[in-house]
């Protein structure tokens, strides 16, 4: 079971506003970064009437991988996850669970949205924000690389994060996320396996695109090519991270990595369907790049053991249009969280022992 | 798309748009300040 029943009874407004209070301080750090920085320089980058300052004062180093980082986000992650898919097949680590509907939602899923997304976010991003926000392109393009690169990790996936997290603990949003925790294992396909409708949604998408617009555009290049990069191997059943915990002379690395950034151990725990190991954690482990609001705001679960079983109890193997789709398109399968008069939350309905799956 | 269909999904547009704006707010305005306040 993925959704997170027992603590959305607990989530009190307490919490929520504590969380909340804690996350406009950790939005405004960068901010606030930035202040003591130009305070202590004297910089006053803003009268420089270079319009794209950000990309003039990008270190050398960065330059020199700027070409990598561009073929990343055009064509390379999609080699990468088809290779990294391939290995994954190779070693067997999907074993016989990838029956034709998981085959075909996973597809759907990896395809569909490289071809429907981005002329949203380009109409979004060409059309809609500069009719909007007019006169406001480039405005803080003479944030330094550094700042930009801060300001926009910390926006893009703690918004990620809270839009997670709502998803798991809000009743009526889980069936938008529910498709991502449907497979009964894990893979590299598993980090694009979603809803469509939640996809397109994703406040983080529009937020950055938003940034950029307003002049963050280089700084978001490297962001999200890393996250992109963590995002993928987190999801993937090839445990990077394994040796990290196996040799002694590794663990001081182990442990500032697992706090910091998602690993396949804290992320497969999240698409543990159980808890009751105490190695899975699907009530928590929300954070996609960094793991560290987990840690902060007290979600997070780290074993550094890996799930026996992944999915949700209550998965009927719903059609993948309906995975895809829904609410535009229903299951058929009765009882189905997903179908026309189905319930909210699968475990509200008192269920006999053979309809749970393993 | 049910009548109820279109209310969560109207309802999820919604949070989604709370989630983009409330940091827009923050990091725009804090942006904006920094101008405002060290600019002189």
Redesign the interface.
Known sequence: MAFDQSSSKKITRGTLTRDALIS?IL??L???A??IW??YTGE?P??NPVRDYAHVSAPAFLKFLEPIFKNLKSWGFIALALGLGVLEFALGLYDNKWTPTERKIDIVCFLAPKFLVPPVVAYFSLTLLPTLLPGFANV?SW?PFWGGFF?IAV?DD??QY??HR?HHQ?P??WR?HRTHHSAPYMGMAMASRQNF?YTI????T??TA??IY?GLGYPALFVTAIKSLITMTAHSSIAWDKPFYKYRILHPIAWVLERLISTPATHHAHHADSADDGIGNYKGNFGNMFFLWDVIFGTGLITRQYPSSYGIKFYKEEEWYAQFLW??FKSKKEGSELA?NGPEVGDEVETTPELVSA | ??TQ?VK??A???G???L??A???A???G??S???L???K
């Open positions: 406009v939005y405004a960068p901010v606030v930035l202040v130009f305070t006053t803003w009268k803080f944030v300001l926006a703690l918004t809270w839009y709502l809000i009526f949003m938008f409708i949604f994703f406040s983080q529009y937020l938003t940034l307003l609410p535009i026309a | 798309m049910a269909d969560i999904l309802k999820k547009i949070v989604s748009i989630i983009y409330i940091p827009l923050i990091l725009g804090g942006l300040l920094i101008k306040l060290i600019i």
